[in-house]
């Protein structure tokens, strides 16, 4: 039995599966994959605060190397219904292309492998895979990734199971599905600035303590001070300023308080402690009372180019006739929790309309993508 990529990426478009809502949608794999052959087990896991999560992991094969796709079934609300062209969870297939939440991010890719992985099966039965073929499905990467990924690898762990690598597929293309995939991410930290002075009459400066100046110029030096000019894969770090708040309605009133948030992009230069300590520096610089909240989501991590990557590369250049450019650019995934455990790359679809009104890929390319993981596993495991 073979699997169509394109009506299984439909069905699990249909379910709206919202984070943290499973809605179904793991429903339509475990259908999909038992059949095949693959053991299938339903993971929930919750933590105070936090909303409870369906995850899946399944497995075909009992030796090894146990080759993993990693993904999420999980999916961003639509925004406003209104601005669509189609039903957002209808994924009708529209002059070539497939519509709807998820088409991209990344319901399609899912399909695509279990598609592909039924292919191998069909061909070489259930005995003859050359190792294991895995999935670890989550409906926690769009949200707080608490009762998710990182909680499937545990499991792991403690049953004594092992990945042997993994492929996650979120959307890396850019112009055509292969052209680009991911070897690494940077880091990521999120920080909020906090100035305290002394509040006063705007007509009397000089007997208050206007923290605003001395926010300004901690601001403009972790704006402008470079951490680095970058390293062999990955760019240099980037400082995003997102949020200045004073709060302050009255125009002769000089505040008390000023705050202000940023997030910055890492490299694999540094840390998330390196960068925090960074931080401290150019502000103690500036002087004064402050107060510096941090919240690093991911570290930086690099799978470095070889093995896996030259399969993957061979793979995309057999189905296309081109060999993707290996990148560490771009957000954070739950790669950053696998490389803990394995060697890691991502490939996937194109993510021009990732998580946007009509999102949407060519209809044509999640086949693409499905041959693209054939060759891959060919090439993991051997032809």
């Not at 009397?204 to 062999?232: C, E, F, K, Q, W």
């Not at 200045?244 to 402690?273: E, K, Y």
């Not at 929790?337 to 790359?345: A, G, L």
């Amino acid at each position: 039995m073979t699997l169509d990529a394109l009506e299984l990426a439909q069905a699990l478009m249909r379910r709206p599966s919202i984070t943290p809502q499973d809605a179904g949608a793991l429903d339509v794999l475990v259908d999909a994959l038992e059949p095949l052959g693959f053991t299938c087990h339903r993971l929930p896991f919750s933590a105070d605060g936090t909303a409870d999560v369906d995850n899946l992991y399944a497995r075909l094969g009992t030796t090894g190397p146990n080759l993993c796709f990693a993904g999420h079934t999980d999916v961003v609300p639509v925004g406003d219904r209104d601005a669509w062209s189609v039903d957002p969870f209808a994924a009708q297939v529209k002059d070539g292309w497939l519509y709807g939440r998820g088409a991209s991010d990344m319901k399609a890719a899912i399909a695509a492998f279990v598609a592909a992985a039924s292919r191998r099966v069909a061909a070489r039965g259930a005995d003859g895979l050359g190792g294991s073929i895995s999935l670890l499905i989550t409906g926690d990467e769009e949200g707080p990734a608490i009762n998710g990924t990182r909680k499937v690898l545990d499991w792991l762990a403690g049953r004594g199971e092992a990945i042997d690598a993994c492929i996650v597929g979120e959307p890396t293309s850019v112009e055509a599905v292969g052209d680009m995939a991911k070897i690494g991410r940077r880091g990521s930290l999120n920080g909020f600035l906090t100035v305290t002075g002394t509040q006063g009459h705007s007509a009397y400066p000089a007997l208050a303590d206007n923290p605003l100046p001395r926010l300004v110029r901690m601001l403009d030096a972790i704006a402008h001070t470079p951490l680095d000019h970058g390293s062999d894969h990955f760019p240099a770090t980037t400082v995003a300023l997102t949020t200045i708040d004073v709060g302050n309605p009255a125009t002769n009133v000089i505040p008390a308080q000023g705050r202000a948030g940023f997030n910055i992009r890492f490299n694999d230069l540094h840390s998330g402690a390196s960068v925090t300590e960074w931080l401290h520096e150019r502000c103690r610089q500036v002087g004064g009372d402050y107060a510096l909240d941090v919240w690093v989501s991911g570290e930086s991590f690099l799978t470095p180019p070889g093995p896996l990557s030259d399969a993957l590369a061979d793979a995309v250049e057999q189905v296309t006739g081109r060999r993707p450019e290996l990148s560490t650019t771009g957000g954070t995934s739950d790669a950053r929790f696998i490389k803990d455990h394995c060697p890691v790359i991502e490939l996937g679809l194109t993510n021009a309309t990732a998580h946007k009104v009509d999102e949407r890929v060519p209809a044509a390319d999640v086949d693409t993508l499905r041959a693209i993981y054939g060759a891959f596993m060919d090439a993991y495991f051997g032809a």
